[in-house]
Each structure stands twice: as structure tokens, then as C-alpha cells.
């Protein structure tokens, strides 16, 4: 029993630490709100409408967030607030933000 105890233990922890940045960082925070990310990422994407302007969207909201430059509703943010600064460093938050647009990006879905 003991043994099965640790087992499961070890694998709980080597799935923390294999997960990404993205999954460790944005989801945990996300996984209350009553707007998905994915709902979130198609906001974005109809106001910035290429990777290229979503990504440094994204970049410029977690690094200086307030309400003028979100893309969610008065009424949302009036409920849920404005996140805080991100704490990730600029290479993670690339990262986080590279796997974000490859999670939830629409183009190569549309047939």
C-alpha cells in the first residue's frame, strides 16, 4: 500500500514538472473564470486578427494590464477585475504565449 501511495506520488510530481509553462502558469489562474481561454484567445483574435499582432497584444496586456487595452467586456472585468502584472520572465512568457496561439489557433482547423 505504501508503495502505491509513493508511486502515485511520484507520478502526481513528474506531472508537474512535465507539463509546460502554459499549463503551469495561465491555466491554474484561468480555471474559475466563466470565460474559457479558448473564448478569450477568439477575442483577441477578432480584434488583432494575425499571430503576429495577437501575440504582442497578449504581450503588452500581461506585461501592463489595464482596463483601456483589454479585450474582455466592461462587464467582466467589472465582475472579475484586471489581472495583475505577470510575473513570468520575457522568454517565458513567449513561450506561454507561442503554446497559447498553437492550442487555440483557428486557421489550420477551418477546411
Not at 22 to 32: A, G, I, Q, S, Y
Amino acid at each position: 500500500m505504501v508503495k502505491k501511495i509513493i508511486l502515485a506520488g511520484v507520478i502526481m510530481l513528474h506531472g508537474l514538472h512535465a507539463s509546460d509553462i502554459f499549463e503551469r502558469k495561465c491555466v491554474p489562474c484561468h480555471k474559475d473564470l466563466p470565460t474559457s481561454l479558448e473564448q478569450m484567445f477568439k477575442e483577441y483574435l477578432l480584434i488583432y486578427s494575425s499571430e503576429k499582432f495577437v501575440k504582442a497584444g497578449l504581450k503588452h496586456y500581461l506585461r501592463n494590464p489595464s482596463k483601456s487595452i483589454s479585450v474582455m467586456s466592461d462587464l467582466f472585468i467589472d465582475n472579475y477585475s484586471i489581472k495583475d502584472k505577470t510575473t513570468l520572465t520575457p522568454e517565458e512568457l513567449d513561450e506561454a504565449i507561442d503554446i497559447y496561439w498553437e492550442k487555440f489557433k483557428v486557421f489550420d482547423k477551418l477546411k
